[in-house]
C-alpha cells in the first residue's frame, strides 16, 4: 500500500463550500481559518538572507556555527533553558517537516505508540501513519504505555491555546523516563502567552537540569512572521539529537544557507516579537468580546494565535453559520474527534478584517 494510501483525505480541503459561501459576503471574505502571518517580516531577516545571497557551497545539515550559536542563545536566554551542547541543536527545514518525519527518523515502527494531544495538529498523527506506528491521541501522563516510543506535547496548544502547567510538563517528562520514550515538546506558540506562562521543556524547572530523552522544537514562522522561510529548529538531548543529523545527511534535509543566516538574524532580537505579540493583542481583544456577545463560548485560549470557541453544537454547523456572515474559520473535527463541538478561529488577518468580523458578529446579536 503506497503512503499516500495510509493518509487521511487532507482536512482543508472540505472547507471549499464554506469559503465559496463566505466569500460571497457583500464585505469580502474573513478568512480566520488558518494560522498563516500577515503581518511584514522584519527588515533584518531581509537584510540577513540578501546578504547570505552568495550561497555556492552546500549547506550543512548540522547548521553553521553562527546559526548554532543564535539557537543556543535564543533558547538559554529565552526559555531558561538548561546549558545546551552544540551537538544538542540542529536547524530544520520548518518545523512541520520534522513533526511529520520524526517518527521515521527515530526508528519508530509498526509495534510502537507515538502519542499526542487528544485534540491536536494533525500532523503528529500523521508523523506516526509514515512510520506504520499505532497513533495514540492520549492526555493523561499516567496512561502512557510501554510501547510508547514517541510522546509529543504542546504549549501553547494549536488549536486550544492551551497552556500546561508545571507539574503537566514534569509528569510528561516522568512518564516519558518511565517508558524509555523521547519526548518532543513542540513550542512554536511558546511566544504568544497571554493568560500563562509558557514553559519550555528544556526549563530546569520541567527536567531537574537533565536533558536526556527530552527535544524542544520551535519555529520563526510565527514568532517572526517569517512562515515562507521555512525555518525551525530542535534542540535537547544530544543523543537523540545527533543520529537525527546522521540520519538527515543521507536525506538532504539541509536548512539552506541564506535562511540560515536569516534565522540567526531573528533569534538574536526580541523587539520585532515585541511588536507583534502587542498587534495580536490587540486583535484578540476585539475579536474575543465579538465572539462571546454573538453567543460563543470560549474556551482554553490562554495562548498561541487562535480562540477555541464553542456554541454548543456541531462544529460544522458552526462554520455554516460563521460562512453566511463572510467569516471563514477552522472546524475543530480538524484536531480529533473529542473537538467536534468547537472552531478555531485565527487571529492572524488584518487589523481591518478583525474589525470586520467582529462588526457582523455583534450585528448577529
Known sequence: MGLAARLPDFPWDTLADAKRVA?????????????????????????????AGDAHGYPTVWGTPQTRAAIRAYLEGRWASVELADEGVMPVVG???????????????????????????????????VANAEPLPLDDPGAVPDHARLIWINSPANPTGRILPLEALRAFVAAARRVGAVLASDECYGEFAWDAEAISVLDPRVNDGDLTGLLAVHSVSKRSNAAGYRGGFVAGDPAVVQPLIVARKHLGMMLPAPMQAAMAAMLGD????????????????????????AGFRIDDSEGSLYLWATRGENCRATIDWLAERGILAAPGDFYGAAAAQHVRVALTATDERIAAAAERLTASR
Open 270 to 293: 526580541q523587539a520585532h516579537v515585541e511588536e507583534q505579540r502587542g498587534r495580536y493583542l490587540g486583535r484578540r481583544a476585539v475579536l474575543k468580546p465579538a465572539l462571546e456577545a
Open 23 to 51: 466569500s460571497a459576503h457583500p464585505g469580502g471574505l474573513v478568512d480566520l481559518s488558518v494560522g498563516t502571518p500577515v503581518d511584514p517580516t522584519p527588515q533584518l531577516a531581509v537584510d540577513a538572507m540578501a546578504g
Open 95 to 129: 518545523t512541520k517537516e520534522l513533526v511529520a518525519w520524526l517518527p521515521l527518523l527515530l526508528g519508530i515502527g509498526p509495534s510502537d505508540a507515538v502519542v499526542f494531544p487528544e485534540c491536536a495538529y494533525p500532523t503528529y498523527e500523521v508523523g506516526a501513519l
